[in-house]
């Protein structure tokens, strides 16, 4: 499998707490033993986990220090803001009623030829799914 | 200078080093001895090995932050923020 991280999965890695810790942690495992082929994350998504993180835990210097974490030791192809990309995702905005952050989500997915995994924890997005255009939409609460 | 250490001298942008004094004045320092710690800590994190695991990447998130993070909202609520100043709900 192939996938496109969203920052309401890398958020419930980093966060013990987090309802979706558990299968968050098995996923970056995986990826880490290389069970699953390839994981990648825009840098527009390793800027929204900073500020969730920040926001959660009234943090900066946590949510830095999982940013670099997150860019650095989990083996995860980190895409920068290419003109391709660029592109893509300023289409995939106009089109689908989710976030910014959502859309570079799916145009990283779409780039990579992978899936974009979220989290239920972006209510709106679960309740768009069927309307989202760009790439298929996997959540990890559904992952066996 | 004694057999045991070197002269390294590098060139840093004026901003750097007004940052760079600033930390040194506020530990009751020096701009050099700033330098030679921040070296240390990068040299320190590049030959850490590499995390076998995610609870291995979590541990060492933890040792860097210097703590656990407590979380005080739910991750819901703080994506939920995010769209309404978006305008999107």
């Known amino acids: ?144 | 200078m004694d057999d045991k250490t070197t002269i390294s001298s590098i060139r840093i942008g004026k901003g750097l080093a007004e940052k760079l004094d600033s930390i040194a004045k506020r530990d009751g320092t020096s701009r050099v001895e700033i330098i030679r710690r921040a070296l240390e800590a990068f040299i320190a994190q590049q030959l850490e090995p590499p995390a076998k695991s995610a609870q291995q990447v979590l541990d060492l998130v933890y040792k860097r932050a210097g703590r656990k993070p407590v979380s005080s909202r739910e991750t819901s609520d703080v994506f939920n923020e995010g769209y309404r100043e978006e305008g999107i709900s």
């Not at chain 1, 968050?24 to 994350?41: E, F, H, K, Q």
């Not at chain 1, 800027?47 to 943090?59: F, I, P």
């Not at chain 1, 592109?87 to 989500?105: E, G, M, Q, R």
């Open chain 1, 1 to 144: 499998m192939r996938f496109a991280l969203d920052s309401s999965v890398l958020v419930g890695y980093f966060i013990d707490s987090d309802k979706v810790h558990a299968p968050a942690v098995r996923l970056i495992d995986n990826i880490l033993d290389g069970t699953v082929s390839y994981a990648c994350v825009s840098k527009i998504t390793v800027a929204e986990t900073g500020y969730v993180l920040e926001r959660k835990t009234n943090d900066e210097n946590f949510a830095y220090t999982c940013m670099h974490a997150l860019t650095n030791d989990l083996r995860l192809d980190v895409l920068d803001l290419t003109w391709e990309l660029t592109i893509i995702l300023s289409h995939l905005k106009a089109i689908n009623p989710v976030s910014f952050c959502d859309n570079a989500t799916i145009t990283a997915a779409k780039l990579t030829n992978s899936n974009a995994l979220f989290t239920k924890e972006k209510e709106i997005l679960a309740r768009e799914k069927g309307k989202l255009q760009g790439a298929s939409i996997l959540f990890l609460e559904e992952l066996v």
